[in-house]
């Protein structure tokens, strides 16, 4: 357990009892009202955890689903009828979701949660804490938290409703996405003031003035999609008050690996804004805790003994269209990718014992049941063998290896259950250096003596990738595939440099209208002014 000052916050908001809501208008309830709580700063405490928890939500779940299998990034094939889910993660693949996909309503809930919850929380801190800067932080903090959703509510959905009143229970309609920009802009240039500068352990997990302005510097580098006009400079401008501010430094290759380790946390020299994660409560980072060893039956003491590797999911692997940036033998973020032939940290091959059949299952000679040992090999190329319309590889050994994997998030092997202590960073000072770079190279002004070519060759230099002599848009993108894999920015990317509507995989869907998601259905059953998203 991680114990540092959020992990009160969290605990604190497990103690109300939330309910989920499907629209911003519907009411969050919980057992803090301002007639009868808080009054004392125990209590204060408590008011604010709530938000934190629902920030938590579904982020490495549906969150990292939605933003990650609608791309190149990865592909989740059935294997044998196995994690088809009525087409789940094919249409998320396919680009085919309509507005009744499960992870599409489970986004929408879960962001409409953590927005009403932060308005409860707004409104009973607001009535009831005493006047001062404790109040005016914590009332910013919160803003931050309901910013922070209302981007991922604009980036995703793109049209949505503005509610910010607690107790606002009548029907919204969804205003325009330029419209969600300038609000969404007012509201944290407006709680800038009021954040804290620190950044340290007290702050860990909380929003600070340099999450403000790292949201800033992302709206900012997308306003062009968002808002349909161009920001660059402001977005340089945002990213100088990061990078001038010398909270924040790059890890050195000896620790980039360690950012996203069980063991990741405050002292952290790159985070800009994480969400702390603990084992021992619910819901804490399942979904890239999968271990290989179970997929294989591995006994956890030879884990344990020979650093066995690991894979986030074994059903979950990249595609070559996203592999092929990852294409400098020297860069130490290869590391973070399982290939080829697998062997524990001794050399000792990883291998496995099953039948012909079971190595095979297509396989047509006269012994299907005779054993057959082999080495965990895995490859680039992931093929729908078994039936392309149901998305399936095949439930054999071949199909199992199929894809390389993403072990960015390392697994504690220890772990007796799918929970993790992996925190999850969203903003990260090489975010800010790339944004900044991006930002300059499609025309913002140059600042503090920086160019692109600098900005990127400075992260390359950390991560032990040879430096470059030109820098284009398509070497920025290329970086940023390369430093934020699994960090769930890839779709964000892919828009904003006119990727998403590209081949890769099995997918061939060029619908401009699938850069943001429909509306749920089941919101309009709760929010009957809602308008559905054009080509929807």
């Known amino acids: 357990m991680k114990p540092y000052y959020i992990k009160s916050l969290l605990l604190a908001g497990l103690l109300g009892t939330l309910a989920s809501c499907h629209d911003l208008a519907v009411p969050v309830t919980s057992e803090l009202t301002p007639a009868v709580f808080p009054t004392n700063s125990s209590q204060f405490i408590s008011a604010s955890g709530p938000a934190y928890v629902a ?57 409409s949660t953590i927005i009403g919850t932060a308005n409860q929380s707004l409104a009973i801190l607001g009535a009831n804490m005493p006047e001062g800067t404790a109040k005016k932080q914590n009332l910013a903090e919160l803003k931050m938290v309901r910013a922070l959703a209302y981007f991922w509510m604009m980036d995703s959905f793109g049209n949505v409703p503005i509610v910010t009143t607690s107790g606002d229970y009548s029907a919204h309609p969804n205003v325009s996405r330029a419209e969600v920009f300038t609000f969404l802009e007012t509201e944290i240039k407006a709680a800038l003031p009021d954040l804290s500068d620190v950044v340290d352990i007290t702050t860990y997990g909380r929003p600070t003035k340099y999450l403000a302005y790292a949201l800033l510097a992302k709206m900012y580098l997308n306003s062009e999609v968002y808002a349909g006009t161009n920001r660059y400079n402001d977005c340089v401008i945002a990213c100088d008050n990061i990078i001038s501010s010398g909270k924040f430094t790059l890890e050195p290759a000896s620790t980039y690996l360690q950012m996203f380790y069980p063991t990741n946390g405050p002292q ?21 805790a999968t271990n290989l060893h179970s997929r294989y039956d591995i006994p956890r003491g030879l884990v344990a003994k020979y650093k066995m590797p690991f894979t986030p999911d074994a059903a979950v692997s990249t595609l070559p269209e996203f592999y092929k940036y990852f294409n400098d033998a020297t860069d130490v973020r290869n590391k973070e990718w399982l290939t080829g032939l697998q062997s524990y940290s001794d050399g000792t091959p990883v291998t496995v014992t099953t039948t012909k059949k079971g190595y095979d299952q297509f396989y047509a000679g006269s012994d299907p ?92 230099s950390a991560r032990t990738a040879a430096a470059l002599t030109s820098v284009d848009l398509e070497a920025i993108y290329g970086e940023r595939v390369r430093e934020f894999a699994s960090e769930m920015w890839h779709r964000n990317d892919m828009i904003r440099y006119g990727k998403f509507e590209g081949k890769w995989g099995y997918k061939t869907d060029a619908d401009i209208h699938k850069r943001i998601f429909p509306i749920p259905n089941t919101a309009f059953l709760l929010n009957p002014a809602l308008v559905q998203n054009p080509g929807y």
């Open 369 to 460: 049941a005779a054993p057959y040992t082999y080495q965990i090999n895995l490859t680039p190329e992931v093929t729908l063998r078994q039936d392309v319309a149901s998305f399936d590889v095949g439930n054999d050994e071949l199909a199992w290896n199929m894809g390389y994997r993403n072990i960015k998030f390392y697994p504690d092997a220890s772990s007796l259950n799918r929970n993790q202590n992996n925190d999850v960073p969203i903003f990260r000072y090489a975010d800010a250096l790339l944004m900044k770079a991006e930002a300059i190279q499609r025309g913002g002004a140059a600042t503090l003596g920086a160019t692109a070519l600098t900005l990127v060759n400075s992260l390359r």
């Open 55 to 111: 920030l938590r939500g579904n982020i490495s779940v549906e969150f990292f689903h939605l933003q990650t299998l609608s791309t190149d990034e990865a592909i989740f094939p059935a294997k044998g009828g196995n994690w088809y889910n009525g087409a789940e993660f094919k249409d998320l693949h396919y680009h085919t979701w309509t507005k009744d996909h499960s992870t599409v309503n489970g986004n929408w809930t879960w962001l």
């Open 268 to 288: 952290m020299k790159e985070f800009i804004f994480a969400i702390p994660f603990d084992a021992t409560a619910t819901n804490s980072f399942p979904f890239r």
